[in-house]
């Protein structure tokens, strides 16, 4: 791709550091994320269902993941549901009862999914690297975890109602402000705009605006 454009669009400094050297320009700016109807008030049901849907299984981590949710459930009653290898939609259906999304625990920045469950009202525990974000992950309502709090973190917000309530309408809000698609064509506008004979170098999305963070 890099022998055809000079250009790169990504979403946080994690890709940023996977695509810098082939490209004279990469533009970080947010992924646009579909909106969805406000969520049915979720009923308190004793058995909690826990949401883990990996791309890559490997690069998710998901084998920690199962193992966490496993010793968790060993103590309560919790549905593990676990889907890979499914059609988008079926992902979709599962958001819309998900109690909770367990997303990864090997990268730097919450996934697409991670974004489409807080866009559900479903909160979310993934790993995440304040180092990778840009400007525009500010208030990010993620539960950070590492594989070592993982089990802890997942049973203190399966025991705490209010605390989903109040992460999944953070959520909502964060992806609505932040992801929404007219602020994600106006980005891509500033960026084509750009990328026409602007210098080169690494830019950010910053409000409405592109700043560059470095050469």
Known sequence: I???????????????????????????I???????????????RATRIVLHAPSDPTVKGTE??????????????LEFRLLTGVPHAEVREALATADVLVDQLRSATASMLALEAMGHGVPVLSRVDPRAFASFHDGLPVVPVTPDSLERELEVLLDDPERRRELGERGRAYVAATHGAERVAAAMLRVYEHARSGPPGVYELTGTELEKRSD
């Open 64 to 77: 920690l993941i199962a193992a966490a949710v496993q010793r968790v459930a060993a103590r309560r009653p």
């Open 2 to 28: 890099a022998m055809l454009v000079d250009a790169a669009v990504v979403a946080d400094f994690e890709l940023v550091s996977y695509v810098r050297e082939y490209f004279r320009r990469v533009y970080v």
């Open 30 to 44: 947010p992924h646009p994320v579909a909106p969805v109807e406000p969520p049915a008030p979720r009923l308190e």
